[in-house]
């Protein structure tokens, strides 16, 4: 889980207070341009998006050149992201042994958290104008205009983000923390240099040493994932080939402007727009009125709204999020334990995974080609099955609870609140009925489920505060850009596998384990748990499902029940202590410290794992259907 800036007293003493101020005051400067640029780009897309839908399907007249201007706009929109969540302390980190070293440790981590993403920033900025100017002979058909105008947003995203990293450094850190961090860094890279020649001669052996070796290093050591790829990819690739930088930014260029992923910031978007309307409190009062009188009836309705709400939202934490607020409270009220209610949240976050429209779907859909209608139509039964799962264990820990003092909802109400409730249950089904129909594609149909959030808050609930609106969308830029770094850095590092012949490798290597199909199953299920605790879903998928997804077709399983299996897997091992920066999610988001917990989840994550055996073996639950 991503934590801010140690703000621990320094040793020494910090520069003089007004400097600090005057870097301040220029760093809030450039952020908030940045931050109105952002939240227009993404005002921009839903327009673009909607009006071509409503062209095409409602007019007949479609507009040829819409999803190429959404795709100029999307990449500029994902290095403002970037460099806004570079700002907010919000890119993906690994922060568990940072936060267990001592104070004087943490401190010279967090330096470096700043330091090397600066150092990656400051190698690949005169690469990615390099880039930007030789697209400048590649026109886009349907605008008529260079490549360039597309290709700029790399240099100009990469050039904030190092000033911002070099504004905070010297503002925030430590001058003795930070020389210690520099002079390491810079005699790192010299040492590299030196060594090149002998680098060379090992081979794929410095796939072990750089992105093994180099980016366990730097991920264990708390700084920021996407960077954490970037530099170990750079380093590869300067140290040990003769291979210009300018391939590892059109790689990331590549990786971050696949249409698909333009849908990522407006699911977010939409996932905040639901909280604000008021539909995810319905939904849950819905559900509380239905099963609150039973026994552990508040934690099946904890299960049921998760499964609910992320059909809606494709964000874990925005799950998390509207749920929690109106469930936590009453359950604590009925005796529940704080470590029990975590425990089952992080649960649920981990089975509804594979519920559409998920982020992760849409990024393996984006990676490895397997068809974005097919994964929303296999992943509803997978995660119905692991919430039944997690049912029967529910049932049998609250056997014994005391419902004297529980007042049970009369019919009337039920109705009453299932009326109310109503349009937001309707919302998954308009999503994925807009898909199948035809009506629009998976990258415009966020914009349906936008429109229809926004006239329900305005018309049905009455309840939209506009003046949410942009912060909301400098939120989902903000999030959006962290997600979008890391599939573009991790696109740049699988590209050096890929040129390596390490999928070559590893496709011999897996082929020929005894067993096939099903040793490469259970192979996959421990490898997918590892790397979700460790690397998070997205990037575990960019980085290794263009390498796994053939080798499972060639020993035919099914993309789709693959698919659904890896990403339950990750999910697992995302909210999984003691390492799932999830799990720290959830009791952020809880209020509740996580020792309490560790001990209740156990039970939640074994259930888990024989639901994920059972789809595992039974590949009728993630295809029966399509």
């Given at each position: 889980?991503?934590?801010?800036?140690?703000?621990?007293?320094?040793?020494?003493?910090?520069?003089?207070?007004?400097?600090?101020?005057?870097?301040?005051?220029?760093?809030?400067?450039?952020?908030?341009?940045?931050?109105?640029?952002?939240?227009?780009?993404?005002?921009?897309?839903?327009?673009?998006?909607?009006?071509?839908?409503?062209?095409?399907?409602?007019?007949?007249?479609?507009?040829?050149?819409?999803?190429?201007?959404?795709?100029?706009?999307?990449?500029?929109?994902?290095?403002?992201?970037?460099?806004?969540?570079?700002?907010?302390?919000?890119?993906?980190?690994?922060?568990?042994?940072?936060?267990?070293?001592?104070?004087?440790?943490?401190?010279?981590?967090?330096?470096?958290?700043?330091?090397?993403?600066?150092?990656?920033?400051?190698?690949?900025?005169?690469?990615?104008?390099?880039?930007?100017?030789?697209?400048?002979?590649?026109?886009?058909?349907?605008?008529?205009?260079?490549?360039?105008?597309?290709?700029?947003?790399?240099?100009?995203?990469?050039?904030?983000?190092?000033?911002?990293?070099?504004?905070?450094?010297?503002?925030?850190?430590?001058?003795?923390?930070?020389?210690?961090?520099?002079?390491?860094?810079?005699?790192?890279?010299?040492?590299?240099?030196?060594?090149?020649?002998?680098?060379?001669?090992?081979?794929?052996?410095?796939?072990?040493?750089?992105?093994?070796?180099?980016?366990?290093?730097?991920?264990?050591?708390?700084?920021?994932?996407?960077?954490?790829?970037?530099?170990?990819?750079?380093?590869?690739?300067?140290?040990?080939?003769?291979?210009?930088?300018?391939?590892?930014?059109?790689?990331?260029?590549?990786?971050?402007?696949?249409?698909?992923?333009?849908?990522?910031?407006?699911?977010?978007?939409?996932?905040?727009?639901?909280?604000?309307?008021?539909?995810?409190?319905?939904?849950?009062?819905?559900?509380?009125?239905?099963?609150?009188?039973?026994?552990?009836?508040?934690?099946?309705?904890?299960?049921?709204?998760?499964?609910?709400?992320?059909?809606?939202?494709?964000?874990?934490?925005?799950?998390?999020?509207?749920?929690?607020?109106?469930?936590?409270?009453?359950?604590?009220?009925?005796?529940?334990?704080?470590?029990?209610?975590?425990?089952?949240?992080?649960?649920?976050?981990?089975?509804?995974?594979?519920?559409?429209?998920?982020?992760?779907?849409?990024?393996?859909?984006?990676?490895?080609?397997?068809?974005?209608?097919?994964?929303?139509?296999?992943?509803?039964?997978?995660?119905?099955?692991?919430?039944?799962?997690?049912?029967?264990?529910?049932?049998?820990?609250?056997?014994?609870?005391?419902?004297?003092?529980?007042?049970?909802?009369?019919?009337?109400?039920?109705?009453?609140?299932?009326?109310?409730?109503?349009?937001?249950?309707?919302?998954?089904?308009?999503?994925?009925?807009?898909?199948?129909?035809?009506?629009?594609?998976?990258?415009?149909?966020?914009?349906?489920?936008?429109?229809?959030?926004?006239?329900?808050?305005?018309?049905?609930?009455?309840?939209f505060d506009w003046s949410r609106i942009v912060p909301m969308m400098i939120s989902t830029a903000a999030l959006s850009g962290a997600i979008l770094l890391i599939i573009g850095a991790a696109t740049g590092m699988a590209w050096a596998l890929t040129q390596s012949g390490f999928s070559q490798s590893l496709a011999t290597m897996m082929a020929g384990l005894p067993g096939g199909a099903v040793t490469f199953m259970v192979v996959s299920i421990l490898a997918f748990i590892i790397l979700g605790s460790v690397l998070e879903g997205i990037p575990s998928i960019v980085?290794?499902?263009?390498?796994?997804?053939?080798?499972?077709?060639?020993?035919?399983?099914?993309?789709?029940?693959?698919?659904?299996?890896?990403?339950?897997?990750?999910?697992?091992?995302?909210?999984?202590?003691?390492?799932?920066?999830?799990?720290?999610?959830?009791?952020?988001?809880?209020?509740?410290?996580?020792?309490?917990?560790?001990?209740?989840?156990?039970?939640?994550?074994?259930?888990?794992?024989?639901?994920?055996?059972?789809?595992?073996?039974?590949?009728?639950?993630?295809?029966?259907?399509?």
């Amino acid at each position: 889980m991503s934590r801010t800036m140690s703000d621990e007293a320094p040793a020494v003493a910090l520069p003089d207070t007004s400097w600090r101020r005057l870097l301040l005051g220029a760093e809030r400067a450039v952020c908030v341009l940045v931050e109105y640029l952002a939240a227009a780009l993404v005002l921009a897309e839903i327009t673009v998006l909607f009006v071509g839908v409503v062209k095409r399907y409602a007019l007949h007249s479609p507009i040829v050149w819409s999803d190429e201007l959404a795709a100029v706009l999307f990449i500029w929109l994902a290095m403002f992201g970037a460099v806004l969540a570079l700002q907010r302390n919000s890119h993906m980190r690994m922060t568990a042994f940072v936060s267990m070293a001592s104070s004087g440790t943490r401190a010279v981590l967090e330096t470096l958290a700043l330091a090397a993403p600066l150092v990656f920033l400051a190698a690949v900025l005169h690469p990615s104008i390099e880039y930007a100017q030789d697209e400048m002979f590649v026109t886009l058909p349907a605008l008529d205009v260079p490549n360039t105008w597309k290709a700029a947003a790399l240099p100009v995203g990469i050039a904030l983000m190092a000033l911002i990293c070099f504004l905070k450094l010297v503002r925030s850190a430590n001058p003795v923390h930070t020389l210690i961090v520099c002079a390491g860094l810079v005699a790192l890279v010299g040492l590299g240099h030196l060594a090149s020649p002998w680098l060379k001669t090992l081979g794929n052996y410095n796939l072990l040493i750089f992105l093994v070796g180099l980016v366990a290093a730097l991920v264990f050591a708390g700084v920021p994932i996407a960077f954490s790829f970037g530099l170990a990819t750079v380093g590869y690739l300067s140290f040990t080939t003769s291979t210009p930088l300018a391939v590892v930014v059109g790689r990331m260029d590549e990786g971050m402007s696949h249409l698909i992923l333009l849908s990522v910031p407006l699911f977010v978007f939409l996932g905040l727009l639901i909280e604000l309307t008021g539909m995810a409190r319905a939904l849950v009062g819905f559900l509380a009125s239905l099963l609150g009188h039973v026994r552990g009836g508040l934690s099946y309705v904890l299960i049921g709204a998760m499964y609910l709400v992320s059909g809606i939202s494709g964000s874990k934490a925005a799950d998390m999020a509207a749920v929690t607020p109106v469930l936590f409270p009453e359950m604590v009220k009925r005796g529940a334990k704080k470590g029990d209610l975590v425990a089952l949240l992080a649960a649920t976050g981990a089975q509804t995974e594979t519920i559409p429209p998920s982020l992760v779907l849409l990024t393996i859909g984006s990676v490895t080609g397997v068809s974005i209608a097919a994964l929303f139509t296999g992943g509803l039964l997978p995660a119905l099955v692991l919430g039944l799962a997690l049912c029967l264990l529910v049932r049998y820990r609250y056997r014994n609870d005391d419902l004297s003092g529980v007042k049970r909802v009369s019919a009337r109400e039920i109705a009453w609140s299932a009326l109310i409730a109503l349009p937001a249950i309707a919302l998954p089904f308009v999503i994925r009925g807009a898909v199948m129909e035809g009506i629009a594609t998976a990258t415009e149909v966020s914009t349906i489920g936008i429109i229809y959030s926004v006239l329900v808050g305005l018309f049905v609930y009455r309840q939209f505060d506009w003046s949410r609106i942009v912060p909301m969308m400098i939120s989902t830029a903000a999030l959006s850009g962290a997600i979008l770094l890391i599939i573009g850095a991790a696109t740049g590092m699988a590209w050096a596998l890929t040129q390596s012949g390490f999928s070559q490798s590893l496709a011999t290597m897996m082929a020929g384990l005894p067993g096939g199909a099903v040793t490469f199953m259970v192979v996959s299920i421990l490898a997918f748990i590892i790397l979700g605790s460790v690397l998070e879903g997205i990037p575990s998928i960019v980085l290794f499902g263009p390498l796994l997804f053939p080798i499972a077709r060639q020993m035919g399983i099914h993309e789709v029940h693959y698919a659904m299996v890896v990403i339950l897997a990750m999910g697992i091992g995302l909210f999984a202590p003691p390492f799932g920066v999830g799990y720290y999610c959830a009791t952020a988001i809880g209020g509740v410290n996580p020792d309490e917990g560790m001990k209740p989840i156990i039970g939640y994550m074994v259930v888990l794992l024989i639901a994920l055996a059972v789809v595992a073996a039974v590949p009728w639950i993630s295809i029966g259907f399509l």
